[in-house]
């Protein structure tokens, strides 16, 4: 068995697990269950600040991310897609597939997005009907500040859909003060629940713009209308995945039992950028870091899979390498969720200081003895 800390999946703890295997009610005619996955909406709306309701769907954040676009877009509506990173341009496709016309802002890939630069393009360019854009872009760790991104477009009227997968509950979200029409989350990520399910918070704003439509809705299992009256009418459009949402639950208890979740992210994402910049590794951004997600240069005398194979063979650790234009050039190590302790960071940067020395880079300081100086 490996340790994972990678941005995602990250670790689930062991109460997690456990309420997986609780005994299962049929979740189609059982009103209790309904009860149950009502609640925990709302505890799910309530820990997001947000009076705006939360639906659970049955598959990945990636569903969540595609159900949006689905249900807002109609053929030949105009789309911002803010693009960042590889999850910010990935948005156009889901946009384009719906019949939509996505128009790509694309930014600097190495600072976070200038807020001001958009204000300026926003000035001529603004008869969109929404726009997209990523919270923590994961492959590079780029986090962008969704609370005036947001607002910003919301003064146009543009509708906002976030995807906040990798760094809600890892960096704070307020969305009814940042003003998010449709927020995207996923259970595999700090939440750290199993992959399997994402949610998506959404405003009245988005409602009645799905509602308004006047072609349908080129989807089914991708229409979030079709989850708007469950509640009152007893009944959801497929068969909801009892165990998983019984185990997503007990990943929300633990988040709402622990009040110094923010900090301990805060903490250690700084503390993890401050020791490899001491020892001499490059941090990957120059801007825009999360603190769900470390992501360095690979020192160019040796290459990402060789840190990777030794972490994992030699010290059962799995980091991350990354994809598309970062694949080779990058490691990440993941604290974010259940991986965001001083212990899993020790044992982490204690693993990886004896492999990038073996592999012959010269580090200035010891990895684990500064990052635990830092922390305290
Ligand atoms: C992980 C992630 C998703 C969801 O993708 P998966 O296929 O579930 O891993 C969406 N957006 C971002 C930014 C992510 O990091």
């Known amino acids: 068995m490996y340790k994972i800390m990678t941005p995602g999946p990250t670790q689930v703890a062991e109460n997690v697990r456990t309420a997986r295997s609780r005994v299962c009610t049929n979740p189609d005619i059982d009103t209790e269950f309904v009860e149950f996955y009502k609640e925990t909406c709302e505890l799910i709306s309530s820990l997001l600040f947000t009076k705006n309701e939360t639906y659970i769907l049955d598959g990945e954040g990636i569903l969540g991310l595609e159900a949006a676009c689905a249900s807002l877009t109609e053929p030949g509506d105009k789309v911002l897609v803010i693009d960042n990173g590889i999850y910010g341009k990935g ?29 300026s393009y926003l000035e001529i360019h603004h008869d969109y009907k929404y726009a997209t854009l990523v919270h923590c872009d994961t492959p590079s760790g780029m986090l962008n500040d969704i609370g005036r991104i947001c607002p910003l477009l919301k003064k146009y009227g543009i509708l906002t859909v976030v995807d906040s997968v990798s760094a809600m509950f890892g960096e704070p979200v307020r969305a009814d003060d940042f003003q998010i029409d ?3 989350g996923g259970s595999q990520k700090a939440v750290s629940a199993p992959p399997g399910l994402s949610f998506v918070v959404v405003s009245e704003d988005a409602k009645n713009a799905m509602k308004n439509r006047k072609t349908p809705i080129a989807s089914f299992y991708a229409n979030l209308t079709t989850f708007f009256n469950y509640y009152e009418e007893k009944w959801f459009p497929y068969t909801m995945p009892i165990s998983d949402i019984y185990g997503l639950r007990a990943a929300f208890d633990n988040i709402a039992a622990d009040p110094d979740i923010l900090k301990r992210h805060a903490i250690i994402g700084s503390a993890a ?3 490899l910049k001491a020892a001499g590794l490059k941090l990957h951004l120059e801007s825009g870091f999360s ?20 972490m994992k063979e030699k010290h059962n650790i799995m980091l991350a390498g990354s994809f598309d234009e970062f694949s080779g050039k990058v490691i990440r190590i993941g604290h ?10 020790i044992e982490t940067f204690t693993a990886l200081d004896k492999v990038l020395r073996e592999l012959g880079v010269n580090l200035k300081i010891s990895l684990p003895e500064y990052f635990l100086k830092f922390t305290y």
């Open 91 to 119: 948005f156009a496709d889901f946009v384009s597939m719906y019949g939509g016309k996505p128009e790509i802002y694309h930014a600097d890939y190495l600072r976070t997005l200038d807020v001001d630069a958009l204000a």
């Open 182 to 184: 449709l927020l995207c």
């Open 273 to 275: 950028r401050e020791t």
């Open 291 to 310: 603190n769900t997600v470390t992501v360095f240069d690979v020192p160019e005398e040796i290459t990402a899979d060789a840190i990777l194979k030794e």
């Open 336 to 345: 974010m969720g259940a991986n965001a302790t001083i212990s899993n960071m």
